[in-house]
């Protein structure tokens, strides 16, 4: 079988590149073709576009590099017509996965959705496309199911993919002083940076972040840099502060954290699983987030509060993010109740979520439906 799969970030890159493993697991033939990432070619899949020519987040933003979108978008359209794929698989990225959902289905080309977008908090006019272009909707949250029942589409759920991430990197992560030692870091207790995987949000968040470390002088503050990013534009934020950073050791540095500051997206569940005590942030720019108000109508952003739906991780919106980082954060390192009762709640978060050999199971329910 042939199979065309686009992702457009670096979790979607990640999630897609196990699911490639498990479908060759499962179909010794498959071969892959992939708009994605440095993962997925790992994986086995030839990589026509790299999603760093793709990820943009924000209305604002998105005006501004229209005509790229729009590019991108008639080559992947014409790369799935030359390349025939048996399906065509999506993961997440909403605005320009749906599209292709469109195009594909009218072409005659199966179309699965892996990981679904948020439709749930805003743009719900978009289940439409749904319903009429993709065969099958896999989820990753189990309120989605209810979601898409409401909606007459019957979404399937097999796990969080994030729990066989975990499970792999538990089996075998670098112990704390290896850690240190490799990446020159000294023997103070550390505080995570997760500041996001686009400079956009780098941009925002990551001087916010940085403000408070003079308030923690016991503690470094060590940086997870994303893997699109280079290392030159963190150091026009870095230079000077003392702060750490390291690549492609998102885990390990979670795990030998005392606590993190973290970005709202897929990493507030990954560090929640890791059982790291986190605070979660967000920030845009002020007409992006202006103009979101009228559209995103949802109790939490955070996927742990909004799995649970309940409060577990503080969220931070916006406005005064230093000051009020600084006396979350406070709380996160020196109240030992306070941290207990967040990995109470870390541990029905697990539970919730379901076991491991998540990708597995829904390669396999792929292939079932490819061939019938």
Not at 3 to 19: K, R, T, V, W
Not at 139 to 153: G, K, M, R, T
Not at 218 to 243: C, H, N, R, W
Request: contains cysteine; glycine residues 6%.
């Amino acid at each position: 079988m042939k199979y065309y799969l686009i992702a457009g970030e670096a979790s979607g890159d990640m999630h897609a590149a196990n699911l490639i493993k498990a479908i060759k697991r499962t179909d010794a033939a498959a071969r892959f073709r992939c708009f994605g990432g440095d993962l997925m070619k790992e994986a086995g899949a030839e990589l026509f576009i790299h999603f760093r020519d793709m990820a943009l987040m924000g209305g604002v933003e998105v005006l501004r590099k229209y005509p790229v979108i729009r590019r991108n978008k008639e080559l992947c359209r014409q790369d799935i017509l030359d390349y025939k794929p048996d399906v065509l698989i999506l993961v997440d990225y909403s605005g320009f996965n749906l599209p292709m959902a469109r195009f594909a289905s009218g072409k005659k080309v199966r179309v699965i959705y892996y990981i679904s977008p948020k439709l749930w908090a805003w743009a719900k006019w978009r289940v439409k496309t749904v319903r009429d272009h993709i065969e099958k909707m896999f989820v990753i949250l189990p309120f989605e199911v209810d979601f898409y029942s409401d909606h007459q589409i019957e979404a399937e759920y097999y796990g969080n993919p994030v729990l066989d991430s975990i499970a792999a990197f538990e089996s075998g992560y670098v112990k704390e002083p290896d850690f240190l030692t490799r990446n020159n870091l000294g023997n103070k207790p550390i505080i995570a940076l997760l500041a996001g995987s686009r400079k956009q949000e780098i941009d925002h968040l990551l001087p916010e972040m940085l403000a408070v470390m003079p308030h923690f002088r016991d503690y470094q503050f060590v940086v997870a840099g994303a893997p699109s990013i280079a290392p030159a534009y963190y150091e026009k934020y870095l230079k000077g502060t003392g702060a750490g950073i390291v690549y492609n050791q998102t885990y390990t540095l979670l795990k030998h954290a005392r606590a993190a500051i973290v970005t709202s997206g897929t990493a507030t569940l990954e560090t929640a699983l890791l059982g790291t005590p986190q605070v979660v942030v967000y920030k845009t720019s002020p007409l992006t987030f202006f103009i979101g108000n009228f559209f995103v109508k949802i109790k939490y952003f955070s996927l742990v509060n909004l799995i649970l739906d309940k409060d577990v991780v503080k969220e931070l919106l916006q406005e005064n993010l230093a000051q009020d980082i600084r006396r979350e954060l406070d709380k996160l390192v020196f109240d030992e109740a306070y941290r207990d009762n967040m990995m109470t709640s870390y541990g029905l978060l697990r539970s919730k979520l379901g076991e491991p050999g998540v990708a597995d199971r829904v390669a396999e329910r792929i292939f079932r439906i490819i061939n019938t």
